[in-house]
């Protein structure tokens, strides 16, 4: 990553911060290198998506380092995702409630399928209260909501989406985030009350 490219990068970042907006910098194909030179600049969120990435890196990066995983949630690997990571993203597994409440410490996000579509991750609309109670039943600490729409998503139906997230989002005034927007759409998600985003090639890409 050339000056420019990372100078651009911290512009967009602090323009963001200044805003309202919080970033959690997708490390995912991110080199090591790349990753220090952004937590030197005073930026200390981090998403993992491979748990071999989050445990490794987790293990040699500076402590004061946020990990945020956001991939999908193995049973196999929770245990491991608590101990290194300090927020969930991505849940959607209403089934390791009982587990999770063993680790006091993890938070999470709510991964709602926005789109509802059978194919693809997330608490479907319908059963999401239910799921809240659940989460509430076992004391788990949730944070708020994530979305993430289908690549191939028009901007209509992007919109529509955020949108209809605001609404859902300010239905829970204790929760704080709503994590939606990447580094295809965090523009338009930020239009509509997204409280973080979840940037990484454009970081790398900034011209």
């Known amino acids: 990553m050339d000056i420019d490219t990372f100078e651009n990068a911290i512009e967009l970042l602090t323009n963001l911060e200044f805003s309202g907006v919080e970033v959690c910098l997708v490390s995912k194909y991110w080199s090591d290198s790349n990753i220090m030179k952004f937590y030197q600049a005073g930026f200390k969120k981090f998403g993992e998506s491979r748990i071999d990435a989050l445990i ?26 608590c101990k290194y990571a300090k927020v969930i993203q991505s849940f959607d597994r209403p089934d390791l409630l009982s587990k999770l409440a063993n680790y006091p410490e993890i938070e999470i996000l709510i991964q709602v399928n926005i789109s509802e579509q059978k194919n693809r991750n997330g608490i479907l609309l319908e059963n999401l209260e239910k799921v809240i109670d659940e989460i509430e039943k076992y004391e788990v600490t949730c944070k708020g909501f994530m979305i993430h729409p289908p690549m191939d998503s028009s901007i209509k139906e992007k919109k529509y989406w955020f949108v209809e997230m605001q ?41």
Not at 61 to 69: C, G, S, V, Y
């Open 56 to 81: 490794r890196r987790a293990q040699h990066f500076p402590k004061d380092i946020e990990w945020h995983f956001i991939g999908n949630i193995q049973s196999r690997d929770l245990d491991k995702i």
């Open 167 to 207: 609404r859902i989002f300010s239905n829970y005034p204790n929760y704080t985030i709503l994590s939606m927007g990447t580094s295809h759409d965090f523009e338009l998600a930020n239009e509509f009350g997204a409280t973080l985003n979840r940037l990484g090639k454009i970081l790398l890409d900034k011209k």
